[in-house]
């Protein structure tokens, strides 16, 4: 198994434009977290979907959207980008949401 | 709110010397304590979890509710220990989200 797998591994977008980050978590996985890691910090809680419905929500604004699909991946959409957006964000999946969470190696996204 | 707090944001140990990282938490309910550990070039991954009282590659964690705390412990370092390492709190069913503390960077010397 190749693990939680994302896509693309680095990003390079302008202030003001969209971006979407890609997970495909473990086979037989169905809970899908987003986590945000700037540098020097820990990582920080995004989304968690479980069973394609939104289960939780970090503070984070609404230019944050996610969702996940029947075949369990998922999408993290950024809207109007900020300087500020520049991290590594992180997939994580478990078999359930209670379940030891696997995590990606992340998307780097730079915002110019 | 939950929080996590890892004072030390780098450490150096010697080779075959006792390694502690300490992990002090802030949570209402009866949290979920966690360490993860990331090797250079490798991804985040768990070392150990508070409730399954494992020992993993000689690390211990022991959860202290009247001191708030879950130090990492191991009584002799090795060089493969050198990683970055971070505490986190789950509040368990229902806020399952994963709170991170900043991280300790543990460099072995050998």
């Known amino acids: 198994d190749a693990g939680v797998t994302q896509s693309p591994t680095h990003l390079i977008k302008t202030r003001g434009q969209h971006v979407t980050l890609r997970c495909s978590p473990i086979s037989g996985h169905k809970s899908v977290s987003w986590y945000q890691q700037v540098l020097g910090q820990g990582p920080q809680f995004i989304f968690q979907y479980y069973e394609k419905e939104e289960r939780g929500r970090g503070n984070f604004p609404d230019r944050f959207s996610a969702r996940q699909f029947p075949n369990y991946s998922s999408e993290l959409n950024v809207n109007a980008l900020l300087l500020g957006d520049s991290a590594l964000y992180l997939c994580a999946s478990s078999r359930t949401p209670q379940g030891t969470t696997y995590f990606g190696p992340g998307t780097r996204l730079l915002v110019l | ?110």
């Open chain 2, 1 to 110: 709110a939950q929080r996590v707090t890892q004072p030390e944001k780098l450490l150096s140990v010697f080779k075959g010397a006792p390694v502690e990282l300490k992990c002090n938490y802030s949570y209402s309910g009866s949290p979920e304590l966690f360490w993860y550990v990331q090797y250079s070039r490798q991804r985040l991954q768990l070392l150990l979890r508070h409730i399954s009282r494992e020992s993993i590659k000689g690390f211990t964690a022991d959860l202290n509710k009247g001191e708030t705390s879950f130090h990492l412990k191991k009584p002799f370092a090795q060089e493969e220990d050198s990683a970055m390492y971070y505490c986190a709190l789950s509040g368990g069913f229902g806020n399952e989200k994963l709170t991170f503390g900043t991280g300790t960077r543990l460099t072995i010397i050998p």
